[in-house]
């Protein structure tokens, strides 16, 4: 058994900075205690990959061709990473094992990318692997993602949340404070594709196009958009920015209230100015707030359905379950 590779992925949660990552914003994502382990012993050939939550196994004859093409879908994402990787891809026969809700909005598909990427092969720095895991969704899903998820995923951090500069991509680890609890509620399915995830980052460009890059843009500026969803756009992406960094003094200074108010105030205004959320969302959203110790609670992650986060004073009585944030992916057994 000395040849088999063991590799574990967490999935994550996005406690603020939601729709920033794609033009150089700020984001604050952490790793949560679910993974998703791809292990297998070194294959000839083709990758064969069997999941526990899929019927069909993946058999994947290299190299891959167009990776958007293979069947069944679950296994797009294993070979857009092995497309990625290109000639230098280690095959492995083996299983994919997941404790992360698929189509939840806590990056199950960004975890199965970065945990396959290692186990294929892959060595290089944790931005390096988020940047091949990102073009790797790209290929396999067409949703042209930001670069969040893959790497809170490779740069996860015990017990941090990461402030991560999008536009630089350095990563500043925020210490998730033992007074508070960091509660992930389940509301409603969603999928990225066929949503209008792709069409909020045209209208992010084609803002750009105009006034210039939005993580610098001031509020006077983005005034000045005649088009009012533009505008909106806009408006969220820097009022969002300002707030991920309100949200990490917060949380630095031991200023939960505050931090509480900024997560209400980035769901309005992913509601209102980014049109993100659904009716059950803000719906989950109000009712979790309302619960006496929640300090804060907004949806996280793409939107059109996932998850609601919310920040509370400790045993506090909610709907979902605490989350804890953990190292992000590495080898466990090789
Ligand atoms: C999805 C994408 C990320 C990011 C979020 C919204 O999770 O994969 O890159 O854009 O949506 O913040």
Same mark, same amino acid.
Not at 166 to 169: P, S, W
């Given at each position: 058994m000395g040849d088999v590779i063991r590799v574990r992925a967490p999935g994550r949660v996005n406690l603020i900075g939601d729709h920033t990552d794609y033009t150089g914003g700020l984001v604050l994502p952490m790793t949560i205690d679910r993974w998703t382990v791809v292990e297998g012993e070194p294959s000839d050939g083709a990758i064969e990959l069997t999941s526990e939550s899929e019927d069909q196994p993946l058999i994947l004859d290299l !190299? #891959? *061709?167009? +990776? =958007? =093409? #293979? &069947? !069944? !879908?679950?296994g797009r994402f294993v070979a857009g990473v092995a497309a990625e990787i290109g000639a230098d891809v280690r095959p492995i026969r083996g299983r994919v094992t997941t404790s992360i809700p698929i189509g +939840? @909005? *806590? %990056?199950s598909s960004a975890a199965l990318e970065v945990a396959a990427a290692i186990a294929l092969g892959f060595e290089g720095t944790p931005t390096a692997l988020a940047e091949l895991c990102r073009r790797a969704e790209h290929r396999a899903s067409g949703v042209p993602c930001g670069i969040m998820d893959q790497l809170c995923i490779a740069a996860g951090v015990a017990g941090h949340a990461l402030l991560i500069d999008? =536009?630089?991509?350095t990563i500043d680890p925020v210490r998730v404070p033992d007074e508070v609890a960091v509660v992930v509620q389940f509301v409603e399915h969603r999928q *990225? /594709? @066929? %949503? &209008?995830y792709a069409t909020r980052v045209a209208e992010c460009a084609a803002a750009e196009e105009i006034i210039g890059p939005l993580r610098m843009a001031t509020p006077d500026l983005v005034d000045k958009l005649e088009d009012p969803v533009l505008r909106r756009r806009a408006r969220h992406v820097i009022t969002e920015n300002q707030r991920v960094r309100d949200f990490a003094a917060a949380l630095r200074s031991g200023a939960y209230v505050t931090a509480g108010h900024l997560m209400l105030r980035s769901h309005a205004s992913l509601r209102d /100015?980014? +049109?993100?959320?659904?009716p059950t969302m803000d719906a989950a959203v109000a009712a979790m707030a309302a619960? !006496? @110790? #929640?300090l804060g609670a907004r949806m996280t992650g793409g939107g059109f359905g996932g998850c609601v986060v919310g920040l509370m004073e400790l045993g506090t009585q909610t709907p979902g379950w605490q989350v804890r944030a953990v190292d992000g992916a590495r080898i466990t057994r090789s």
């Open positions: !190299p #891959v *061709l167009d +990776a =958007a =093409a #293979v &069947e !069944p !879908p679950w +939840a @909005g *806590l %990056s999008c =536009a630089t991509l *990225l /594709d @066929g %949503s &209008e /100015d980014f +049109a993100t959320s659904t619960i !006496p @110790g #929640v």
